[in-house]
């Protein structure tokens, strides 16, 4: 859970830039691998390659 809630802007070329405060409290550092994907429920999700990666290999998705 964030404890600091930010508000976020797309930017016109689409592009999302998150504070690194919001990464740290999440354990990513600078240079982490992450996969982004939408969730069923519109969530969009944010999660390690490694964790994502191996999830999908065990449950043949991401949840």
Same mark, same amino acid.
């Given at each position: 859970m964030?404890?600091?809630?930010?508000?976020?802007?797309?930017?016109? !070329? %689409? @592009?999302?830039?998150l504070?690194?405060?919001?990464? +740290?409290e999440?354990? #990513?550092?600078?240079?982490?691998?992450?996969?982004?994907?939408?969730?069923? !429920? %519109? @969530?969009?999700?944010l999660r390690?390659?490694?964790? +994502?990666?191996?999830? #999908?290999?065990?449950?043949?998705s991401l949840?």
């Amino acid at each position: 859970m964030l404890r600091e809630p930010t508000e976020l802007e797309i930017g016109e !070329d %689409g @592009r999302l830039e998150l504070p690194i405060g919001v990464l +740290a409290e999440a354990g #990513l550092n600078p240079g982490a691998r992450i996969v982004a994907y939408s969730a069923d !429920d %519109g @969530r969009i999700v944010l999660r390690r390659a490694e964790d +994502a990666l191996t999830e #999908l290999v065990t449950t043949g998705s991401l949840t």
